[in-house]
T-cell receptor
Framework: DQQVKQNSPSLSVQEGRISILNCDYT??????FLWYKKYPAEGPTFLIS?????DKNEDGRFTVFLNKSAKHLSLHIVPSQPGDTAVYFC???????????????FGKGTLLTVNP | ETGVTQSPTHLIKTRGQQVTLRCSSQ?????VSWYQQALGQGPQFIFQ???????GRGNFPPRFSGLQFPNYSSELNVNALELDDSALYLC???????????FGQGTRLTVV
């Protein structure tokens, strides 16, 4: 039973345009959501997060939107750059389980390719 | 500030053997979590250690065990290795009040 789903295995975008990565979840207990970026041969790098009390969080070129009623979140990257080419993982946590960094549940990831 | 470091980076073991993977947490972090990432999958939570005690466990058998030391570094031990244990093993450190976990580069384990 996959509780965090990233239904698009890959996405290709032109440099300068917007990249939109999507994530759906099924567990209503999740109340904290994170996006990680992963380059080959490196560990995941934290990008941006959002608490369930918010519906939007912005950090530079990265914005995460949360729609609790739809159990859906998305990561917007604008403008996209070739250096953004990586696998992006959506992760969720249930803070009642013992802290917001406890037991992250990850999706399978989406490979974003930004073409020059 | 030093980041999360894992050793070794690559390892090949034979089925049935035992393996120990190591992780040094980021300075100031007292919580360490271990994840297994199989090919084409997202990382899966194995367990977490806080103040040298196991603080939660995912759906992994008892042959996966761990330790955390007073300096907050950690070990992951896997006994009786199986072919399906071949994966990237990731260590993540955080502080108990932090909202993010910071990952090491991982150890690529191949069981043959």
């Amino acid at each position: 039973d996959q509780q965090v789903k990233q239904n698009s295995p890959s996405l290709s975008v032109q440099e300068g345009r917007i990249s939109i990565l999507n994530c759906d979840y099924t567990n209503s207990m999740f109340d904290y959501f994170l996006w990680y970026k992963k380059y080959p041969a490196e560990g995941p790098t934290f990008l941006i997060s959002i608490s369930s009390i918010k519906d939007k969080n912005e950090d530079g070129r990265f914005t995460v939107f949360l729609n609790k009623s739809a159990k859906h979140l998305s990561l917007h990257i604008v403008p996209s750059q070739p250096g953004d080419t990586a696998v992006y993982f959506c992760a969720a946590s249930a803070t009642l389980s013992g802290g917001s960094n406890y037991k992250l549940t990850f999706g399978k990831g989406t490979l974003l390719t930004v073409n020059p | 500030e030093t980041g999360v470091t894992q050793s070794p980076t690559h390892l090949i073991k034979t089925r049935g053997q035992q393996v120990t993977l190591r992780c040094s947490s980021q300075s100031g972090h007292n919580t360490v979590s271990w994840y297994q990432q199989a090919l084409g999958q997202g990382p899966q939570f194995i367990f977490q250690y806080y103040r040298e005690e196991e603080n939660g466990r995912g759906n992994f058998p008892p042959r996966f065990s761990g330790l955390q030391f007073p300096n907050y570094s950690s070990e992951l031990n896997v006994n009786a290795l199986e072919l399906d244990d071949s994966a990237l093993y990731l260590c993540a450190s955080s502080s108990q009040t932090s909202t993010e976990a910071f990952f090491g580069q991982g150890t690529r384990l191949t069981v043959v």
